[in-house]
């Protein structure tokens, strides 16, 4: 298997995280997961990640690793340590046990880009949102929540021209 061919697994990291996986020509499965009870400690989100990832790496065996880089800095005194602790330790865990796991191939994506592939415009997170929705909808994934909707356009940013929807 090549790696244009090989199954990408598409990452939105946060407590709820989502999730999406395919190949070019075939439906995607996708969903979104909440990795420890709200309010729990970091230890205990990062260590439902590890278990987490070790069952989709098990379920899926992708090629190829993606997530959306974290935002850098904090959004004008709004982001708190514990957000900012989330937001940048998932990415290492998550990358920590893909890398064990023998998948090298582990690329990050600016949310920018993802945006302006898959609705064609880069709005504020909440305009954002519902528009890339809307636009899984179209290409007909149903989707419960935006984490996996976000990780759905992070897929569709690495799949061929011809399996595109209309914007």
Same mark, same amino acid.
């Given at each position: 298997?090549?790696?244009?061919? &090989? $199954? #990408?697994?598409?990452? @939105?990291? &946060? /407590?709820? /995280?989502?999730?999406? #996986?395919?190949? $070019?020509?075939?439906?995607?499965?996708?969903?979104?997961?909440? %990795?420890?009870?709200?309010?729990? /400690?970091?230890?205990?989100? %990062?260590?439902?990640?590890?278990?987490?990832?070790?069952?989709?790496?098990?379920?899926?065996?992708?090629?190829?690793?993606?997530?959306?880089?974290?935002?850098?800095? %904090?959004?004008?005194?709004?982001?708190?340590?514990?957000?900012?602790?989330?937001?940048?330790?998932? $990415?290492?865990?998550?990358?920590?046990?893909?890398?064990?796991? +023998?998948?090298? @191939?582990?690329?990050? &994506? @600016?949310?920018?880009? #993802?945006?302006?592939?898959?609705?064609? /415009?880069?709005?504020?997170?909440?305009?954002?949102?519902?528009?890339?929705?809307?636009?899984?909808?179209?290409?007909?994934?149903?989707?419960? @929540?935006?984490?996996?909707?976000?990780?759905?356009?992070?897929?569709?940013?690495?799949? $061929?021209?011809?399996?595109? +929807?209309?914007?």
């Amino acid at each position: 298997m090549t790696n244009n061919l &090989a $199954p #990408v697994l598409a990452l @939105d990291l &946060a /407590s709820i /995280s989502g999730w999406a #996986v395919g190949e $070019p020509g075939r439906t995607p499965a996708h969903g979104s997961h909440r %990795f420890a009870r709200a309010g729990a /400690s970091h230890e205990a989100i %990062f260590a439902g990640a590890v278990k987490w990832i070790n069952g989709l790496l098990n379920e899926y065996e992708p090629r190829i690793v993606v997530w959306e880089s974290p935002l850098a800095g %904090f959004k004008g005194g709004k982001t708190t340590v514990d957000v900012t602790t989330i937001l940048f330790g998932l $990415p290492a865990v998550i990358g920590a046990v893909v890398y064990l796991r +023998g998948i090298y @191939d582990i690329r990050k &994506a @600016d949310t920018r880009d #993802v945006r302006l592939h898959f609705i064609g /415009s880069n709005p504020k997170r909440a305009q954002a949102k519902p528009k890339v929705m809307r636009q899984c909808r179209v290409m007909g994934w149903p989707v419960e @929540d935006d984490n996996e909707a976000d990780a759905l356009g992070n897929l569709e940013l690495r799949q $061929p021209a011809d399996r595109r +929807g209309d914007r």
